[in-house]
């Protein structure tokens, strides 16, 4: 096909129309998206920043669980005193995040207690998902035994 001839075609009223319409609709589709791809990524930087900032406002979180702080919790749980606590935390066992356990002594009897999550105290017997209680188990792993329970 010749140019004059494509030219010849181009030129006509209709064509020029339909043409008119399908580049606006073209134009009109790549600027919705172009819209919505900067509104897409204004907010996902937004709420990026926005977790950034709870992350960094949150406090650290506590992976060694030390005697001090132990104290600290079983105090705060039994309200006692934590200057002259009753309940003295001895050994911590095993130092979990999750599940750490402690020895705890009162009146000269030893216990095994439990700490989870860094925050709540438990001190009685824990099973485990096969029915194995494993306070016992720890009791017999550091020679301590049942008496006056």
């Avoid at 064509?15 to 073209?26: A, Y």
């Avoid at 960094?56 to 705060?76: C, F, N």
């Avoid at 309200?79 to 002594?105: G, H």
């Avoid at 105290?121 to 824990?126: E, R, S, T």
Wanted: no cysteine.
């Amino acid at each position: 096909m010749k140019f004059s001839v494509l030219v010849r075609r181009l030129s006509h009223p209709q064509v020029r129309r339909r043409l008119k319409i399908g580049l606006s609709i073209w134009a009109i589709a790549i600027a919705v998206s172009v819209v919505a791809k900067l509104a897409y990524d204004i907010g996902y930087f937004k709420a990026q920043s926005m977790i950034d900032e709870k992350n960094a406002a949150a406090p650290a979180t506590r992976s060694v669980l030390t005697l001090e702080y132990a104290q600290r919790i079983v105090s705060g749980a039994l309200n006692e005193d934590p200057n002259n606590p009753k309940t003295v935390v001895s050994q911590v066992v095993d130092n979990n995040p999750r599940l750490a356990t402690i020895v705890v002594e009162n009146n000269k009897q030893k216990k095994i207690a439990w700490i989870f999550e860094m925050r709540l105290f438990f001190a009685g017997d824990l099973l485990n998902d096969q029915g194995y209680n494993l306070t016992e188990a720890i009791e017999r792993q550091q020679d301590m035994y049942r008496n006056n329970r």
